[in-house]
């Protein structure tokens, strides 16, 4: 239901445009979350974006670098992320919440999930 485009191979420094295509409306979900996960470390929530206000959520590690927004004429939430550093590396997610919650970050929040894309940043 959920399907992620966009990552890839990026130096340092780059910008890389994510996109997560939701099949049915983006209007059914409460929010549409981005999250990432490096080898060896846990799921992390990188930004989310709800129906209700559209005004996203970000991680500390994010704010100013990447940018969250959503068409609802295409049903697709972009995750756009500029100055991109080493340890942003990772495979990207996004979900799917049905309902509010207070814990946008919290990866168990979500029903559903994309399969993921690898973004690597390096030179």
């Known amino acids: 239901q959920l399907v992620e485009s966009g990552g890839g191979l990026v130096q340092p420094g780059g910008s890389l445009r994510l996109s997560c295509a939701v099949s049915?409306?983006?209007?059914?979900?409460?929010?549409i979350g981005w999250f990432r996960q490096a080898p060896g470390k846990e799921r992390e929530g990188v930004s989310s974006?709800?129906?209700?206000?559209?005004?996203?959520h970000y991680a500390d590690s994010v704010k100013g670098r990447f940018t969250t927004s959503r068409d609802d004429a295409k049903n697709t939430v972009y995750l756009q992320m500029n100055s991109l550093k080493p340890e942003d590396s990772g495979i990207y997610y996004c979900?799917?919440?049905?309902?509010?919650?207070?814990?946008?970050?919290?990866?168990?929040?979500?029903?559903?999930w994309g399969q993921g894309t690898q973004v690597t940043v390096s030179s």
């Open positions: 979900a799917a919440e049905t309902w509010y919650s207070e814990d946008w970050n919290n990866p168990s929040e979500y029903d559903y």
């Open positions: 049915g409306s983006l209007l059914d979900y409460h929010a």
């Open positions: 974006i709800s129906r209700i206000n559209s005004r996203p």
